[in-house]
């Protein structure tokens, strides 16, 4: 069975600067995806970004861009020029390439102090 | 505004009542699903189903009942629940990208609601 985990329950950035969180995953296929959302005080669970396994290139969504690892099993989420409407739980998934069930870590919650 | 919403987005229940979550995607998705997010536990899937046919069921107990009457639109029934049931169940929609061996579904990225923060008493 596949496993997400995200090391750090906490986070926090200054406004304006860089942050990265973690996320590992532990797997036995080749093709998968893997997603990060973000999940603010509202609790709407948002799509910031989603990686395909057999691309080697890092996605990138404005100031979020991921840094994918594919032999280490790792997705971390780097989020450039912090704003405070950042600030929200952030959860790292992943799904198999033949299947629709996402895996969810158990989440990184990220504060910004301005 | 993702396209997904549910109703109502709080609920309080007695352990005896009988209530109903509603789910509507307004993307145009096929497939659609029921999580339960717990304090300090991570979203777990209860129901997946993908063009009005329920294709995951992850041991989730009889008192909560899906009901999925066409692409658009899923319920979840809810019927003698526990306090331990108090979550935040979140709705999510995508499109079926196909189906593999054995019927296995595929599907393409999620999509979701706002979310239903049930509490039991």
């Known amino acids: 069975a596949q496993t997400v985990t995200q090391s750090q329950p906490e986070m926090s950035v200054q406004e304006a600067e860089t942050v990265t969180l973690s996320c590992t995953y532990d797997?036995?296929?080749?093709?998968?995806?893997l997603f990060w959302y973000k999940q603010p005080p509202s609790r709407q669970m948002i799509l910031v970004i989603r990686?395909?396994?057999?691309?080697?290139q890092n996605a990138t969504e404005n100031r979020f861009s991921v840094n994918f690892q594919k032999a280490a099993k790792s997705f971390s989420l780097k989020i450039s020029d912090s704003q405070l409407g950042d600030a929200a739980m952030y959860f790292c998934?992943?799904?198999?390439?033949?299947?629709?069930?996402?895996?969810f870590g158990g989440g990184t919650r990220l504060m910004v102090k301005p | 505004e993702t396209g997904v919403t549910q109703t109502p987005r709080h609920l309080v229940m007695g352990m005896t009542n009988k209530k109903s979550l509603k789910c509507e995607q307004h993307l145009g998705h096929n497939a659609m699903y029921w999580y339960k997010q717990s304090a300090k536990k991570p979203l777990e899937l209860m129901f997946v189903y993908s063009l009005e046919e329920r294709v995951e069921n992850n041991s989730v107990p009889s008192r909560f009942s899906p009901e999925c009457p066409n692409s658009s639109h899923l319920f979840l029934h809810l019927h003698t629940l526990q306090p331990e049931d108090s979550a935040l169940y979140l709705c999510?929609?995508?499109?079926?990208?196909?189906?593999?061996?054995?019927?296995?579904?595929?599907?393409?990225?999620?999509?979701f609601g706002p979310g239903t923060r049930l509490t039991v008493l």
């Open positions: 990686q395909e396994a057999y691309k080697q």
């Open positions: 998934a992943y799904r198999g390439n033949a299947g629709n069930m996402l895996t």
């Open positions: 999510a929609s995508s499109q079926e990208l196909g189906r593999g061996l054995a019927g296995v579904v595929s599907t393409d990225t999620q999509y």
């Open positions: 797997t036995s296929e080749s093709d998968y995806y």
